[in-house]
């Protein structure tokens, strides 16, 4: 691949740079390159330029992503605070790129009095992210609100599409391959008179059930249908239990724990633990909602 020597780039390319450093869990081996586009023209520079081999991961916030030790052979595509432009469209919808945080598309959304985006505060992810995981808190879902997304394929080629062209379910959507979201059409409500934002007051019943402030990915599993997968975890015992530094959290069993001296392979090895020994328990298979990615070290 040309694009580190490529003259006309104008973003930013690192070399081996550690994922560890962009990941909740703070976890991961090495990225062989890892790029910031400048703009939306650029990033389609940069994709033009990879062989069809090259391997392509798009990471947001990294707050649902577990990379394993060994690093990423390829190209990680971080567009996190470089494609952020956002606004409300002449038909009151509002547009929005993929690097913008959720905490920002809620204040956006506090901002313009448009109901219904409160629960975006509550995913520490990018928009991308959210897009990508159908991302949902506090009885919203990000679906729920796409109107449209904007797409983008390993040639750089962009296209619009209706959000009715797309599978979706449940922290799940199903993505043309070798395509990615790089911006979204929401439609919200407008807020009713006297209709008022409690971004706090979610924020801090959020802060009373989750070990917020400690590194983690949020749940690492799907609740089953009808079932909420931290009571099966805390109902086979497993609330608390460590596997090497790897911890299942004590406040929130669907919440695996990391810290400086933990290993992508302790957490993996402690998501496959927990998973056997509630299927064996409860006879049921937890689906891991977190996306694992990389090389063992
Ligand atoms: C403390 C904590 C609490 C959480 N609470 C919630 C919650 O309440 N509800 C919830 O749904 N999630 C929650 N999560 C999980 C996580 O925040 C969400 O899944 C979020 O949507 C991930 O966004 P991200 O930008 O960090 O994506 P990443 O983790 O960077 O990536 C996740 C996946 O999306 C893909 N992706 C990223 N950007 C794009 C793009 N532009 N186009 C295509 N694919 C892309 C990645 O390749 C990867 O497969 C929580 C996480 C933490 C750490």
Redesign the pocket.
């Given at each position: 691949m040309s694009a580190a020597s490529n003259q006309n780039l104008k973003g930013r390319l690192l070399r081996d740079e550690p994922m560890a450093r962009?990941?909740?869990?703070r976890l991961g081996g090495p990225a062989d390159y890892y790029y910031v586009p400048a703009d939306l023209d650029d990033l389609r520079l940069y994709l033009q330029q990879l062989d069809a081999s090259d391997k392509i991961?798009?990471?947001?916030?990294?707050?649902?992503?577990l990379v394993r030790d060994g690093g990423f052979r390829g190209h990680v595509?971080a567009?996190?605070g470089a494609l952020k432009t956002s606004r409300v469209e002449e038909d009151g919808s509002l547009y929005v790129e993929?690097?913008i945080?959720?905490a920002k598309l809620a204040k956006i959304c506090q901002r313009q009095g448009f109901a219904g985006g409160d629960f975006f505060a509550?995913?520490?992810?990018?928009?991308?992210?959210?897009?990508?995981?159908?991302?949902?808190?506090?009885g919203g879902e990000?679906w729920s609100v796409v109107e449209s997304v904007d797409?983008i394929d390993r040639q750089g080629r962009l296209e619009r599409l209706p959000a009715s062209q797309f599978e979706v379910g449940y922290?799940q959507v199903r993505?043309p391959q070798g395509?990615?979201?790089?911006a979204a059409r929401l439609r919200f409500e407008q807020r009713a008179d006297g209709e008022t934002s409690n971004i706090r007051e979610l924020l801090q019943r959020?802060n009373q059930t989750?070990?917020?402030g400690l590194p983690?990915?949020?749940?690492v599993f799907k609740n089953p249908p009808g079932k909420f997968a931290a009571q099966l975890i805390e109902g086979a015992g497993l609330k608390g239990y460590c596997l090497g530094q790897a911890c299942v959290s004590d406040k929130h069993a669907n919440?695996i724990i990391s810290n400086d001296a933990t290993t992508s392979a302790e957490v993996e090895a402690l998501i496959e633990h927990v998973r056997s020994t509630v299927a064996q328990r409860y006879d049921v298979e937890l689906e891991t909602?977190?996306?694992v990615?990389g090389e063992t070290a």
């Amino acid at each position: 691949m040309s694009a580190a020597s490529n003259q006309n780039l104008k973003g930013r390319l690192l070399r081996d740079e550690p994922m560890a450093r962009h990941t909740s869990w703070r976890l991961g081996g090495p990225a062989d390159y890892y790029y910031v586009p400048a703009d939306l023209d650029d990033l389609r520079l940069y994709l033009q330029q990879l062989d069809a081999s090259d391997k392509i991961l798009w990471v947001g916030l990294g707050s649902n992503l577990l990379v394993r030790d060994g690093g990423f052979r390829g190209h990680v595509i971080a567009p996190l605070g470089a494609l952020k432009t956002s606004r409300v469209e002449e038909d009151g919808s509002l547009y929005v790129e993929c690097g913008i945080s959720c905490a920002k598309l809620a204040k956006i959304c506090q901002r313009q009095g448009f109901a219904g985006g409160d629960f975006f505060a509550g995913i520490p992810g990018t928009v991308g992210g959210a897009l990508a995981m159908n991302a949902g808190a506090f009885g919203g879902e990000t679906w729920s609100v796409v109107e449209s997304v904007d797409m983008i394929d390993r040639q750089g080629r962009l296209e619009r599409l209706p959000a009715s062209q797309f599978e979706v379910g449940y922290r799940q959507v199903r993505l043309p391959q070798g395509h990615w979201f790089v911006a979204a059409r929401l439609r919200f409500e407008q807020r009713a008179d006297g209709e008022t934002s409690n971004i706090r007051e979610l924020l801090q019943r959020r802060n009373q059930t989750q070990p917020i402030g400690l590194p983690s990915c949020g749940s690492v599993f799907k609740n089953p249908p009808g079932k909420f997968a931290a009571q099966l975890i805390e109902g086979a015992g497993l609330k608390g239990y460590c596997l090497g530094q790897a911890c299942v959290s004590d406040k929130h069993a669907n919440f695996i724990i990391s810290n400086d001296a933990t290993t992508s392979a302790e957490v993996e090895a402690l998501i496959e633990h927990v998973r056997s020994t509630v299927a064996q328990r409860y006879d049921v298979e937890l689906e891991t909602e977190v996306r694992v990615v990389g090389e063992t070290a």
